[in-house]
């Protein structure tokens, strides 16, 4: 198993502004609902915004337009889990996206956080462990930074360890390496739920110095990732399939699993399997016998 040594990053000074960030959020999940969304009369007329207006979601929510206005404009003060709650329902959010709402609201510039909010390191257990797995497996913090991998994940993936140490994240390697662009048979689902999990990490996070670099530079060189993050959608990592394109094994289809940490809840374990007795099957035994090779052809 390989991991990180000490950071090298130098940190970007600055942070995202939670206040901006709850004000663009509510208004483009605002803008997403249409009036029969939520069973009020479309009134047969011109709309002249996209979306429910602010007195419909204020109407929704059982809060004043004023209220409502203070909050959408970024400035949520003591607002109330309850009032935040009620929002979250008018505007039909998803349970991440209600979770975000709340982080957002409550967030301060400089706040101190709890710990397992941010970026950690690896604890050597287990580092142990993904050496132990027969499966490719990794470990992300909540920015995507790579803190540990095992042999199996850098053969399907990428050889993370070929990596600079300050380079060594998941968001960059899939918005700015053509490689692992390549590897991924759906890119674009890849690309929109990578996204969608750093503006969930952004949410609780928004002081990370190192943060505004890694979207500066993901913005300045990807203008899929400019799109996708200009939509302020957010999405938990769970489980699911991914199908790969590798070029010693070819095509394998495999199902993930994300776990999140107890002690650390900010780092995720990413485990890949294969259906026993499948074609992937056998391609993830010919990757595992490969060995350095298989690494080395995914490096190249």
């Known amino acids: 198993m390989s991991t990180p040594p000490t950071r090298d990053r130098r940190a970007v000074p600055g942070a995202l502004d939670p206040k901006a960030e709850l004000s663009e959020f509510l208004r483009l999940r605002r803008a997403a609902l249409k009036p029969h ?3 009020l009369p479309e009134l047969g007329r011109q ?8 007195e419909e979601l204020a109407q929704l929510a059982g809060v004043s337009v004023a209220y409502y206005t ?10 109330s889990a309850e009032v935040l709650d009620a929002v979250a329902r008018a505007l039909r959010l998803s349970d991440a996206e209600h979770e975000h709402l709340l982080r957002l609201a409550h967030a301060r510039p400089g706040r ?7 970026p950690a390191t690896l604890r050597p257990a287990l580092g142990t462990l993904l050496d132990s797995l027969d499966v490719p497996a990794y470990v992300l913090d909540g920015r995507t930074d790579i803190l540990g991998w ?16 300050h380079r060594r994240n998941f968001a960059r390697l899939v918005f700015l390496d053509p490689s692992v662009r390549e590897r991924y048979t759906d890119w674009e689902a890849k690309a929109a739920e990578t996204a969608r999990a750093l503006r969930a990490y952004a949410g609780y996070c928004a002081d990370d110095p190192e943060l505004p670099g890694l979207i500066g530079e993901l913005s300045m060189h ?8 200009a939509a302020h959608e957010v999405r938990d990592l769970s489980h699911g399939t991914k199908t790969f394109r590798h070029p010693l094994v070819g095509e394998l289809t495999l199902s993930y699993e994300t776990l999140r940490l107890p002690d650390d809840p900010g780092q995720s374990l990413f485990l890949y399997h294969a259906e026993p007795g499948s074609p992937s099957a056998e391609a993830l035994r010919l990757l595992g016998s490969w060995g350095q ?3 080395a052809v995914v490096r190249g």
């Open 70 to 79: 203070r909050l959408e404009q970024g400035n949520a003060g003591n607002v």
């Open 150 to 165: 095992n042999r199996l994940a850098a053969a399907l993936l990428h050889d993370f360890g070929a990596l600079p140490p």
């Open 47 to 54: 709309r002249r915004v996209p979306g429910l207006r602010r």
């Open 37 to 39: 969304d939520v069973g």
């Open 293 to 295: 090779d298989a690494t």
């Open 112 to 118: 101190k956080k709890k710990r397992g909010g941010c």
């Open 222 to 229: 990807s203008e899929e990732f400019r799109q996708l993050w």
